[in-house]
Nanobody, 124 residues
Framework: QVQLVESGGGLVQAGGSLRLSCAAA????????MGWFRQAPGKEREFVAA????????YYADSVKGRFTISRDNARNTVSLLMNSLKPEDTAVYYC?????????????????WGQGTQVTVSS
């Protein structure tokens, strides 16, 4: 079992930046593929970014490529999402997720554990 807790959400103006963090409780965090997803009001949850267990491979949704950066620190059991040049359409609840087997890459939908989410609101 893995517990994931997101933090770092908030209100920011368009063009601004935010850094989300996800703390994981679990002995084998370093073997998991980790991902970030988001869900805007009235929309389905969508993939944002993923990072392999080693941190050497990342993958992004086209909508955030070049603006967002995913990273991880296996020694601290954390994964982060740095979001730059934020747009109002980035407004959503952002979720951290863990894929314990890492058999699929890139993994844009098949995750085993999910956090509770953190709200990001971008004002125009």
């Amino acid at each position: 079992q893995v517990q994931l807790v997101e933090s770092g959400g908030g209100l920011v103006q368009a063009g601004g930046s935010l850094r989300l963090s996800c703390a994981a409780a679990g002995r084998t965090f370093s073997t998991y593929t980790m991902g970030w997803f988001r869900q805007a009001p009235g929309k389905e949850r969508e993939f944002v970014a993923a990072i392999r267990w080693s941190g050497d491979s990342t993958y992004y949704a086209d909508s955030v490529k070049g603006r967002f950066t995913i990273s991880r620190d296996n020694a601290r059991n954390t994964v982060s999402l740095l979001m730059n040049s934020l747009k109002p359409e980035d407004t959503a609840v952002y979720y951290c997720a863990a894929d314990q087997y890492g058999s699929r890459w890139p993994n844009t939908f098949d995750y085993d554990y999910w956090g509770q989410g953190t709200q990001v609101t971008v004002s125009s």
